[in-house]
T-cell receptor, first 111, second 118 residues
Framework: SQQGEEDPQALSIQEGENATMNCSYK?????LQWYRQNSGRGLVHLIL?????REKHSGRLRVTLDTSKKSSSLLITASRAADTASYFC???????????FGKGTKLTVNP | GAVVSQHPSRVICKSGTSVKIECRSL??????MFWYRQFPKKSLMLMAT?????????EQGVEKDKFLINHASLTLSTLTVTSAHPEDSSFYIC??????????????FGPGTRLTVT
């Protein structure tokens, strides 16, 4: 079953603006990961945050995790047209190796 | 590093025929490979998990006799869609995971295979 739920489902912004996507999940997790997918292509791993971490940075990406609220956010700063893609969160339960994907947020960055 | 390839990238087949999709880890040994299915504008749904040398574990609702998975080596897994029907048309994506280490949770995804059954 799909555990992660992203919102918004679609987001359209101008180049240079920040984009924030949220993900909620239902059960306890070992870690949460964010992936990017360009249209009709495979997924690219962006960042992994463990359940005992609260925030992580990677370049223009900032991920937060609030296990008490069972939610995570992905912030992309100073967005570029090339950031246009769908972004998915995926959770891994403790003791499992499976990724459970959310429905994704389709981000469009207008030049 | 950590490149996963899929072949073919696109395939069109007639109803009733079988189609084989290959997933290869090019620069690492994949102890576990995963097969996903993605419908248009939807998320990925895990179909099955395969470990090298053992039978695949299928998710609930996935017919193992229809979607045959073989993980014969540490770098190759195949998914065969048998007696394909139009409703099997979808985007199939594989991923591979190496064994152990700090990044053992990370899965590396192939570029996907677009299957169209006519």
């Amino acid at each position: 079953s799909q555990q992660g739920e992203e919102d918004p489902q679609a987001l359209s912004i101008q180049e240079g603006e920040n984009a924030t996507m949220n993900c909620s999940y239902k059960t306890s997790i070992n870690n949460l990961q964010w992936y990017r997918q360009n249209s009709g292509r495979g997924l690219v791993h962006l960042i992994l945050i463990r359940s005992n971490e609260r925030e992580k940075h990677s370049g223009r990406l900032r991920v937060t995790l609030d296990t008490s609220k069972k939610s995570s956010s992905l912030l992309i700063t100073a967005s570029r047209a090339a950031d246009t893609a769908s972004y998915f969160c995926a959770t891994v339960k403790g003791g499992s190796e499976k990724l459970v994907f959310g429905k994704g947020t389709k981000l469009t960055v207008n030049p | 590093g950590a490149v996963v390839s899929q072949h073919p990238s696109r395939v069109i087949c007639k109803s009733g025929t079988s189609v084989k999709i290959e997933c290869r880890s090019l620069d690492f040994q994949a102890t576990t490979m995963f097969w996903y299915r993605q419908f248009p504008k939807k998320s990925l749904m895990l179909m099955a998990t395969s470990n090298e040398g053992s039978k695949a574990t299928y998710e609930q609702g996935v017919e193992k006799d229809k979607f045959l998975i073989n993980h014969a080596s540490l770098t190759l897994s195949t998914l065969t869609v048998t007696s394909a029907h139009p409703e099997d048309s979808s985007f199939y994506i594989c991923s591979a995971r190496g064994g152990g280490g700090a990044s053992s949770y990370e899965q590396y995804f192939g570029p996907g295979t677009r299957l169209t059954v006519t």
